[in-house]
DNA sequence: ACTCAACTGTAGCTATTGCTACATTTACGG
DNA sequence: CCGTAAATGTAGCAATAGCTACAGTTGAGT
């Protein structure tokens, strides 16, 4: 009787759920990080508050998150001070905006309702690899048929 | 100046992370109730063994997410004894699998190489909505084009 | 029947992300 | 200046998901 139990190939390691649980750990520094450099753009100044409103969570569990990636130099801050970027972080967010138009678009071209692509797109953009990312932009860029319009 | 720091629109709840977030707190629940049936189809039988090689974790973590799946209605089990699936959990199962098959089957027909295929569809199925599995769904049934053969 | 290895459960630790409640700081207006 | 409101920080709680170490069960083989 074929292999083991195991219905995925692991070719990369013992399990391919260990590849979604790493992704779960920066996913959170993804947010905020492109989280901050959205607000910085539209205010100028990030504070606590702004990214409280902007991620839907209490001004205390931002500090937190806040105080681990400035540990991590993706955030730049002191008490009572605002929310800057470090190059990493600015990197980052660079590298999170990019890739989150690239699946919010493929989302759209592939004919999702806005709405839903962009609550889709936040979810799906931080388990998207490279090659993967890479089909969507040829994707987007040549759409191989009318398939959006009936 | 424009509205607030948002830079997703909000139409379903007072943040698109929301739907992350509780879409986390299901993906468990979903991983752990499509490897007991993948096992149960393999095997016959699903030990906690069994789960813990499948997901890449300790003896310890399979049996406290087991018991919190079990008091959820998804899962059924006795202490030293075999994990079996409830009617919930055999239909919220199935459910995974079709979803899990329809992403992957996408990645693959947009041109994804099959090993991460195999890893982003793990990781992308637990955030696709209804309105974009239909349209992952129109698209590997119906390839507008040959875009996987250069 | 007994022994022993494998399996399973329990105790107790860490880390992350939520929260409320309370304390402190900033900054603005009078 | 000084007071106050808003912003921020801190303390301490809960739930989830990891772990190691140790204890208890099962079942197979002798």
Redesign the pocket.
């Known amino acids: 009787m074929a292999a083991s139990a195991q219905r995925r190939p692991s070719a990369s390691g013992p399990s391919p759920?260990a590849k979604v649980?790493r992704d779960?750990?920066t996913?959170?520094?993804e947010d905020y990080v492109e989280a901050v450099a959205d607000i910085l753009h539209e205010r100028g100044e990030c504070?606590?508050?702004?990214l409280?409103r902007n991620?839907?969570?209490?001004?205390?569990?931002?500090?937190?998150?806040?105080?681990?990636l400035q540990s991590e130099d993706l955030l730049d801050?002191?008490?009572?001070?605002?929310i800057r970027l470090t190059a990493r972080g600015e990197k980052l967010a660079a590298e999170c905006r990019r890739r989150h138009a690239t699946v919010r678009s493929f989302l759209l071209a592939i004919g999702v309702p806005p709405d839903e692509a962009d609550r889709d797109a936040e979810g799906i953009e931080h388990h998207v690899g490279a090659a993967t990312l890479e089909c969507m932009r040829r994707f987007v860029d040549r759409p191989p048929a009318s398939e959006t319009s009936p």
């Open positions: 759920f649980r779960h750990a996913e959170t520094a504070r606590v508050r702004d409280a991620m839907g969570v209490s001004h205390v569990t931002v500090t937190r998150i806040v105080a681990r801050t002191a008490p009572y001070r605002p």
